[in-house]
T-cell receptor, first 118, second 112 residues
Framework: ETGVTQTPRHLVMGMTNKKSLKCEQH?????MYWYKQSAKKPLELMFV???????ENNSVPSRFSPECPNSSHLFLHLHTLQPEDSALYLC?????????????????FGPGTRLTVL | SQELEQSPQSLIVQEGKNLTINCTSS?????LYWYKQKYGEGLIFLMM?????EEKSHEKITAKLDEKKQQSSLHITASQPSHAGIYLC????????????FGQGTELSVKP
């Protein structure tokens, strides 16, 4: 596998369920990201991990819980979600985090998980 | 906070025609990134511009960053159905960390 992979690609869950999204990057990058993409809205950054440490938490509700066990894997744990949380969840990685201006902060995205909350 | 405004929001062109998409920032851009997204899928990195006046090309797609580093344009020459999708510009808010913000996207359709 190359690049950034995400599983599952599609997920339907009830509001009382607990599920997890998984992201894996095969690029040797140090930073990983979770984004939410809702219809007709710009991409929203949720979390950033750099060297396995969370460096950005963009006012995300606690029903979303990220986990970064190592530099290659990123999880998003979901519990008691709301229907408005239905969206495309995208994972990305980059060599370095932040506006380095060197191109090493270029983010590469996975294919996304389409989440539907009933 | 910085905002990125893309224009037009959507575009329908005949195959073979040229087109331009613009991305305008309210503040100085520290690296401008262009991505393409097929509906419901991930973003594909196209190119990154950093220096004012810089221009880069990838196949039939050319992107430029103006001298003042507050606007970028993406130009597609002789469009093909494979160019269809959503084009997004993204930029960092500073050169000292921070998040990558995105424009709202431009949806391109190419009629055969």
């Amino acid at each position: 596998e190359t690049g950034v992979t995400q599983t599952p690609r599609h997920l339907v869950m009830g509001m009382t369920n607990k599920k997890s999204l998984k992201c894996e990057q095969h690029l040797g990058h140090n930073a990983m990201y979770w984004y939410k993409q809702s219809a007709k809205k710009p991409l929203e950054l949720m979390f950033v991990y750099s060297l396995e440490e969370r460096v950005e938490n963009n006012s995300v509700p606690s029903r979303f819980s990220p986990e970064c066990p190592n530099s290659s894997h990123l999880f998003l744990h979901l519990h008691t979600l709301q229907p408005e949380d239905s969206a495309l969840y995208l994972c990305a990685s980059s060599q370095d985090w932040g506006g380095t201006g060197l191109g090493t902060d270029t983010q590469y995205f996975g294919p996304g998980t389409r989440l539907t909350v009933l | 906070s910085q905002e990125l405004e893309q224009s037009p929001q959507s575009l329908i062109v005949q195959e073979g025609k040229n087109l331009t998409i613009n991305c305008t920032s309210s503040k100085t851009l520290y690296g401008l990134y262009w991505y393409k997204q097929k509906y419901g899928e991930g973003l594909i990195f196209l190119m990154m511009l950093q220096k004012g006046g810089e221009e880069k090309s990838h196949e039939k797609i050319t992107a430029k960053l103006d001298e003042k580093k507050q606007q970028s344009s993406l130009h597609i020459t002789a469009s093909q159905p494979s160019h269809a999708g959503i084009y997004l510009c993204g930029a960092y808010q500073s050169n000292q960390g921070g998040k990558l913000i995105f424009g709202q996207g431009t949806e391109l359709s190419v009629k055969p």
